[in-house]
């Protein structure tokens, strides 16, 4: 059973950094593509980072060159690191675990932690 836990979110001021870690249970990295999504008020989930098994990495367009994922096999942990944070990057950050090649959106999720950027 896979579990997966948000943390890191918080306020910060325009330009401001943060770090979001999900830790998770269950999930194996060489099988398991990771994603970080986010859902603001009024908007559609999306995805905001992935890494895949094999170590791909994916960004969005509004977020390239600003957010970092990565993953930890010790720890067995998904890291986002966000720099340079805009009030547009307010969200609840959610963490997804999915087999490899099963669709985008599909498997598991945490509950969110809440990101928000003061202008």
């Known amino acids: 059973q896979v579990e997966l836990v948000e943390s890191g979110g918080g306020l910060v001021q325009s330009g401001g950094s943060l770090r979001l870690s999900c830790a998770t249970s269950g999930v194996n990295f060489n099988f398991n593509d990771m994603g970080w999504y986010r859902q603001a008020p009024g908007n559609q989930r999306e995805l905001v980072a992935r890494?895949?098994?094999?170590?791909?990495?994916f960004y969005a367009d509004s977020v390239k060159g600003r957010f970092t994922i990565s993953r930890d096999f010790s720890k067995i942990t998904v890291d986002l690191q966000m720099n340079s944070l805009k009030p547009e990057d307010t969200a609840v950050y959610f963490c997804?675990?999915?087999?490899?090649?099963?669709?985008?959106?599909?498997?598991?999720w945490g509950q969110g932690t809440q990101v928000t950027v003061l202008s």
């Open positions: 997804n675990s999915r087999k490899r090649w099963a669709p985008l959106g599909s498997g598991s």
């Open positions: 890494i895949d098994a094999d170590g791909t990495t």
